[in-house]
């Protein structure tokens, strides 16, 4: 995943506000980076444009060697689908639905066929094996972040994103999902990218970087506690 010069500007009134200021990133596959920053630094933007869902003011975001800024909406929806999963800060679960159709659902927004086999793979592999069929009013608040991670990874995505996935979450979970992220990352090869206001989730990337006045500034390791 690249980010090329990226600006962002937002108009405020009667000027307008610059929420990224030529910013560039690049994530190697099976590489997690970390960015930081205070609330309105524009880091959500920042993992807002890396997952397609915006569209930069100027500046190139590759995705699968996909350019993808390029794109209208429509095509930027296709490439987000097909390439980009999303871990958000809260589940958003469908309380309704087990724990496999979590994840098939994904299959059905794509277009394809139900695809069970791959959905139990995913559930195994965040540590949720043979929990395909239970509800989700049954699972632990770390369990669901889990299906969260397992239901990003449906489409075999290139990139990764991740919104504050630990910040509900108490020490100790914080720190399994931390390395599920990590595991999934290695063995799947994604480009993965949290934004996080958590150290430790920072310490545990391979790279990271802060957010500031919509500049976008990388960290040593040492900085992070």
Same mark, same amino acid.
């Given at each position: 995943?690249?980010?090329?010069?990226? $600006? &962002?500007?937002?108009?405020? @009134?009667?000027?307008?506000? #610059?929420?990224?200021?030529?910013?560039?990133?690049? *994530?190697?596959?099976?590489?997690? +980076?970390?960015?930081? @920053?205070?609330?309105?630094? /524009?880091?959500?933007?920042?993992?807002?444009?890396?997952? @397609?869902?915006?569209?930069?003011?100027?500046?190139?975001?590759?995705?699968? /060697?996909?350019?993808?800024?390029?794109?209208?909406?429509?095509?930027?929806?296709?490439?987000?689908?097909?390439?980009? @999963?999303?871990?958000?800060?809260?589940?958003?679960?469908?309380?309704?639905?087990?724990?496999?159709?979590? =994840?098939?659902?994904?299959?059905?927004?794509?277009?394809?066929?139900?695809?069970?086999?791959?959905?139990?793979?995913?559930? +195994?592999? *965040?540590?949720?094996? /043979?929990?395909?069929?239970?509800?989700?009013?049954?699972?632990?608040?770390?369990?669901?972040?889990?299906?969260?991670?397992?239901? +990003?990874? &449906?489409?075999?995505? +290139? *990139? =990764?994103?991740?919104?504050?996935? $630990?910040?509900?979450?108490?020490?100790?979970?914080?720190?399994?999902?931390?390395?599920?992220?990590?595991?999934?990352?290695?063995?799947?090869? #994604?480009? #993965?990218?949290? *934004?996080?206001?958590? &150290?430790?989730?920072?310490?545990?990337?391979?790279?990271?970087?802060?957010?500031?006045? /919509?500049? =976008?500034?990388?960290?040593?390791?040492?900085? =992070?506690?």
């Amino acid at each position: 995943m690249i980010l090329r010069d990226i $600006t &962002m500007v937002y108009p405020d @009134g009667d000027s307008t506000l #610059t929420a990224l200021d030529g910013v560039s990133l690049e *994530v190697p596959s099976g590489e997690v +980076a970390a960015i930081t @920053g205070e609330s309105g630094s /524009g880091k959500s933007t920042l993992l807002s444009i890396a997952a @397609g869902l915006l569209s930069p003011t100027s500046g190139e975001v590759w995705v699968a /060697g996909q350019r993808i800024d390029q794109l209208d909406d429509n095509g930027r929806a296709r490439a987000r689908l097909d390439h980009v @999963g999303v871990i958000f800060q809260q589940p958003n679960l469908i309380s309704s639905l087990g724990v496999r159709d979590q =994840l098939l659902i994904t299959d059905h927004m794509r277009g394809l066929k139900p695809r069970p086999e791959r959905a139990d793979e995913l559930l +195994a592999l *965040v540590g949720l094996e /043979g929990m395909g069929a239970r509800k989700m009013s049954k699972l632990s608040g770390g369990q669901r972040q889990r299906v969260n991670v397992a239901r +990003a990874l &449906m489409a075999d995505p +290139a *990139v =990764l994103v991740a919104d504050e996935p $630990t910040s509900a979450l108490d020490s100790q979970l914080s720190q399994e999902i931390t390395e599920l992220l990590v595991r999934v990352t290695k063995e799947l090869g #994604t480009a #993965t990218v949290v *934004v996080t206001h958590d &150290m430790a989730v920072a310490a545990a990337a391979d790279s990271s970087y802060h957010v500031a006045d /919509g500049k =976008l500034f990388s960290k040593a390791k040492q900085d =992070l506690g």
